[in-house]
């Protein structure tokens, strides 16, 4: 992908680039709508993602373009910009934004992106796109920001500049991840260790639904608000930051005063979903791929029952997976409301899954799901 990417740079702006980074995306192995929630999170960077090359230009502007997308835009190095509603450069924009807030000068860069990262897909490609726009920014400039700051800007980008109401856990994966490795992080202290993923005989299958969401044209932030109307009924009787500084023992104490069973509902998701993560940190330390993959089936269920943020086509991947002989764990993913989910399939059984999988969903749904096998890779380099 590098030399590919070197070739169009030149064809774009007839001259050479600069230097290129990678950024991976990321998927979430369990633990799913908790990082606004405060509690445990347990994602990984995949090896798929963002390639961006940048070059000096001396008019003082930034550039943009993607291989990706026919958009492009062109905007003053010297101050702030606004959104324009619907287009992918808005993250790197923000990006910009957020640096020049803090006191930081630029002058002018030209920028090219590709990725292979499905867009809408719940796997991170903005949050990838954002901290490939950063860590560039950070490296050619000299700005001395360490990782986790980068990690903040961006998670301002998506609240402030994008308008979605996420936690930090997509831009904290595709900065910090590891090969081989998950991250359990805490959303809301930010402490955070990293537990070996051996995967043995297994690999990681990624299937995207092929229905796109946009985070903030879904239902996403009516969940947020959700599960802020429960935490505000169980702070009329005790103290809390967040939903998950309740074990499964305490919500059962005080659960009575939440009246809505709505709320009762979301509110039993984070707070078991919670637990999952602990055991299932325990079992990848046990070396117990078995458990992990029975702890993702109850993510997915309570993702689709309780917090009813899945739907018929991811419903449909977990319930092919649920029957094949060579999956030990399958579970949307990211958001919900399509997008991706994942599956821990026996090696050697990647193209027979693949078949199987697509004939299953196009006989429910009506057109193919996309399969990708990835391996859990590294944060941004510089290539």
Not at 5 to 16: H, I
Not at 39 to 55: E, F, K, N, Q, R
Not at 83 to 95: A, H, R, T, V
Request: proline share 2%; charged share 25%; aromatic share 10%.
């Amino acid at each position: 992908m590098k030399v590919q990417l070197e070739e169009k740079f030149v064809e774009q702006y007839n001259k050479n680039a600069d230097a290129v980074y990678f950024t991976p995306g990321r998927v979430n192995l369990i633990g799913e709508h908790i990082d606004y929630n405060g509690g445990l999170v347990m994602p990984c960077a995949i090896t798929l993602g963002t390639w961006l090359a940048i070059s000096p230009n001396n008019e003082n502007v930034f550039r943009f373009k993607s291989l990706n997308f026919e958009a492009v835009a062109e905007i003053s190095a010297s101050h702030e910009h606004e959104k324009n509603e619907g287009f992918w450069f808005n993250y790197p924009i923000g990006m910009i934004n957020q640096f020049i807030k803090d006191g930081k000068q630029f002058t002018g860069l030209d920028f090219l992106f590709v990725g292979n990262i499905p867009i809408g897909s719940g796997l991170s490609s903005s949050a990838s796109i954002e901290i490939a726009t950063a860590f560039a920014l950070n490296d050619h400039f000299n700005l001395g920001y360490e990782k986790l700051d980068l990690v903040k800007f961006a998670k301002r980008v998506e609240n402030e500049f994008i308008g979605v109401n996420s936690g930090i856990m997509d831009q904290f994966a595709v900065t910090f991840g590891e090969k081989d490795k998950a991250i359990v992080l805490d959303c809301d202290t930010l402490k955070n260790k990293l537990v070996d993923v051996k995967l043995g005989n297994y690999v990681l299958a990624i299937i995207n639904t092929n229905k796109p969401r946009e985070l903030a044209d879904s239902k996403y932030n009516e969940r947020v608000e959700e599960c802020a109307q429960a935490l505000a009924a169980l702070n009329t009787e005790v103290t809390l930051n967040n939903l998950c500084e309740l074990t499964a023992e305490k919500f059962a104490l005080h659960s009575h005063v939440i009246t809505d069973q709505i709320l009762m509902n979301r509110a039993t998701h984070v707070v078991k979903e919670n637990d999952r993560v602990h055991l299932a940190a325990k079992a990848l330390n046990a070396g117990d791929l078995t458990e992990f993959g029975r702890l993702m089936y109850a993510s997915h269920q309570s993702l689709k029952d309780l917090y009813e943020v899945s739907g018929k086509e991811l419903d449909a991947v977990v319930d092919f997976c649920a029957g094949y002989d060579h999956v030990i764990g399958a579970r949307m993913t990211g958001a919900g409301f399509g997008g991706c989910a994942i599956a821990l399939l026996e090696k050697g059984y990647e193209e027979d899954f693949a078949k199987h999988l697509t004939d299953f969903y196009v006989d429910k749904i009506g057109y193919p799901a996309a399969v990708y096998i990835s391996k859990i890779g590294d944060g941004p380099t510089m290539l």
